[in-house]
DNA sequence: TAACATAGAATGAGCGTTCAATCTAGAATA
DNA sequence: TATTCTAGATTGAACGCTCATTCTATGTTA
């Protein structure tokens, strides 16, 4: 089908493999969960025979790992975007729409909620999310730092990630909101959310905190 | 064991035993997920034979039903408790230190994503999920309702359903920070709800969404 | 005795994984 | 060009095990 000059990398054929079945395995976790899915489902799902995903990935739990590793990185790119734009805040805030909408997404949130609970049992992938969050919240830090500094407001480290960590639970809560409350419009999320994120960019630090 | 001079009713033992049942399949969908669980471990935790499982259980499927149940039924207490208070904004305050608490509790997180991840794909589950929130929702409405109108606020539907959903995805969203972020300071996570609450609660209304 | 509580073995299906056997297609050789 | 070689791709059966569930037999109690 592919008439090239060399075969290109050894990895050619085998990377398109690889990402077939975890194309398949994303569908089949999705839809019964890490330990309801089965190899056999699997290897129905991306064509091939179930003995067949061993020359591709060790065990189920490498399959696993690797999915988790590939939806958690899509994070990363979302804040980077942010702080190359001219006003930081600006830019946040028109991003809000699409990130409410992507959390709200039920076949988005499946995922999600599956990894997160596989994480909060299973020591290597918590050691992935892990990882991965503590990359996005220096990330977004950074981000919100320049939109305080910009500002002339406090940027001390409790500030900083007092809110940031307000702000990623109310995103996150949205996979919760999405299989509770399913129907809510979300245009009203974004909405509200737009206003909170501003009063806590634009509002004052958390530097002294206490108990009222 | 039990010297009781009567019996008492027919469920008195059963439904010691049902509950026992109830608490070692807690634990073990804790540790191992709705799936990861099997009835022989939930048996062997709750000190009886499989088999026995069955004379107080239809299958597996409904003792996942009867936890998630179990669950979420404690939430209904909590916004009913605070309409009881002299000044509703301040008992919501005040509450929010013990929320946050709960939220970030790894045992009590653990078991909450687990039973997002399985609505997500069991409609069974699903349907238990939506009319525990929606009466769970419809009381934090009313709750909300007398604050604001307490101080001459708006509290058209609109308004009244967007701080709903924004205030209970930012608690939902510490299921998943307590995963990402398992060692955040709860404090500082308790004092930045405070504010945000504050605002939601004391803020102007939604009845006018526009985009900006 | 009658009714329920309980244990434990039995069942058949499905699991993740392994492995020997085949297929395939290009390289090497003649 | 025709033939052989070879190494990776792929299959499908088989393995040992565990699963959820059912059945039968025995205790226990009133």
Same mark, same amino acid.
């Given at each position: =089908? ?10 050619? &054929?085998?990377?398109?493999? &690889?990402?077939?079945?975890?194309a ?12 309801g899915?089965? *190899?056999?489902? *699997? ?5 091939m025979?179930?003995g ?6 060790? @065990?189920?739990?490498? *399959? ?27 830019? =946040? ?13 039920? @076949? ?12 909060? &049992? @299973? ?14 919240n220096? #990330? ?10 910009? &500002?002339g ?9 007092s809110?940031?960590?307000? =702000?990623?639970? =109310? ?5 919760? %909101? #999405?299989?509770? @409350? ?15 994120? %501003? ?14």
């Amino acid at each position: =089908m592919n008439a090239d000059a060399q075969p290109s990398t050894d990895s050619s &054929r085998a990377e398109a493999r &690889r990402s077939q079945i975890l194309a398949a395995a994303s569908d089949c976790f999705r839809a019964h969960g890490f330990h309801g899915a089965s *190899i056999s489902q *699997i290897s129905k799902s991306a064509g091939m025979s179930a003995g067949h995903i061993y020359h591709y990935f060790e @065990n189920k739990e490498a *399959i696993i790992a690797a999915i988790v590793g590939d939806d958690l990185d899509q994070l990363l790119t979302l804040s980077a975007s942010w702080r190359a734009a001219a006003d930081v805040l600006d830019a =946040m805030l028109e991003g809000i729409e699409e990130g409410v909408g992507k959390k709200l997404d039920r @076949n988005v949130a499946s995922l999600k909620l599956e990894i997160l609970a596989e994480a909060s &049992r @299973n020591p290597e992938v918590a050691k992935i999310v892990r990882s991965v969050n503590q990359r996005c919240n220096s #990330s977004i830090s950074e981000t919100l730092r320049l939109a305080r500094a910009a &500002r002339g407001l406090s940027t001390d480290d409790t500030t900083i990630a007092s809110i940031v960590e307000v =702000m990623t639970a =109310m995103f996150e809560g949205l996979l919760a %909101r #999405s299989v509770r @409350n399913p129907d809510f419009d979300a245009a009203l999320i974004a909405a509200a959310f737009r206003r909170v994120v %501003r009063d806590l960019v634009t509002g004052p630090g958390f530097e002294h905190v206490s108990r009222p």
